[in-house]
């Protein structure tokens, strides 16, 4: 049984939570005397995922694919192009800002740099009851109560909810981050690259506190990693991103054990392994990452791809199910 679901109670029912639909994110480029759009940076175009409640969804593909753009467009940090994100069935786009705000408590994020995404100048107990001031459901709630109850939540010490950030090591600052971020008790938390700055001993205590809250709290993942064997332990399904568009999904143990996609095959031959029984050929990707300003004709992976025909330059692949979920947009399967 998958690690992180192993002691969760089965959900009979699954209730879709988040879902984008055809999501698109552009850039601007400006240049000129009056600094003009003269091109766009096509970051997402047409994304489309689903995360239901109870699930947790990894989101992976190579630097500069649209991951951390996707997970900034959820929450609002950055507007969308066009599309539109769904949250329990109901646009947030459709009463505007207002609407908007409305969800926040229900979507929170843990950003990557755990020393960049904390102000140096609050404590931590400051910090940590910031999410609540604005909010009707914990008004009088005692500061220094809640940033105990949540420290203890994430292993922290509560006896030094009065000191700040600098104090703390780098994994220990990752977890008062994730502990901001379970303070309005969220029903999705988005997690991009949460182990990537915090050393190795760090990574593992923090991938295991995730593991436990996933267990042991109503809360949904997206995580966001480059690391395929992060994804594998905490998530449950999987999307593959590449240059701002989702070539496969599905869950976990399908993909893993049959890639469709030829750029999903390529990620997974870049796994270490130690088994002998592990034969599986390395494959190397010719070439660099198209500009996201310019993307590929019809496919966008053909440039690179070891499998491409002469049509894949014309075509554009739909993102069709080939049973149980696993859907892959590729022309040759």
């Not at 996707?70 to 539109?84: K, M, N, P, Q």
């Not at 914990?138 to 949540?150: I, T």
């Not at 590449?242 to 997974?268: C, K, W």
Request: charged share 25%; net charge neutral; aromatic share 8%.
């Amino acid at each position: 049984m998958h690690p992180a679901t192993s002691q969760r109670k089965a959900v009979m029912i699954m209730a879709e939570l988040l879902k984008t639909v055809n999501l698109k994110k552009y850039f601007p480029v400006r240049g000129g005397l009056f600094q003009r759009p003269v091109a766009w940076v096509h970051a997402l175009d047409g994304v489309s995922i689903q995360i239901d409640e109870g699930e947790s969804l990894g989101v992976v593909g190579e630097s500069g694919c649209g991951k951390s753009t996707l997970a900034r467009v959820i929450t609002g940090i950055y507007d969308a192009t066009s599309g539109d994100i769904l949250f329990k069935g109901k646009s947030i786009f459709s009463k505007g800002a207002t609407h908007y705000k409305s969800i926040r408590e229900d979507v929170q994020i843990v950003f990557q740099d755990p020393y960049w995404s904390l102000n140096p100048r609050l404590r931590v107990m400051d910090i940590l009851y910031e999410p609540l001031e604005n909010s009707k459901k914990y008004r009088g709630v005692n500061k220094a109560a809640k940033a105990r109850e949540l420290m203890e939540l994430v292993g922290l010490d509560p006896e030094k909810a009065g000191e700040y950030p600098h104090e703390f090591s780098g994994g220990q600052r990752q977890r008062i981050a994730i502990a901001r971020a379970l303070a309005t008790d969220p029903k999705l938390l988005i997690l991009d690259e949460p182990t990537s700055a915090v050393d190795t001993l760090s990574q593992a205590q923090v991938l295991n506190l995730l593991a436990d809250l996933y267990r042991t709290r109503n809360v949904s993942y997206m995580l966001i990693s480059h690391d395929l064997a992060v994804v594998q332990y905490i998530c449950r399904t999987i999307a593959v991103m590449y240059l701002g568009q989702v070539v496969e999904s599905g869950r976990i143990e399908d993909v893993f054990e049959n890639p469709l996609h030829p750029y999903t095959m390529a990620l997974f031959s870049a796994i270490p392994s130690i088994s002998p029984d592990n034969t599986r050929e390395r494959i190397i990707l010719e070439g660099n990452v198209p500009s996201a300003v310019n993307p590929p004709k019809g496919c966008r992976f053909h440039t690179r791809c070891p499998e491409a025909k002469p049509e894949c330059s014309n075509v554009v692949p739909e993102l069709k199910d080939y049973g149980n979920g696993h859907s892959a947009a590729c022309i040759r399967i």
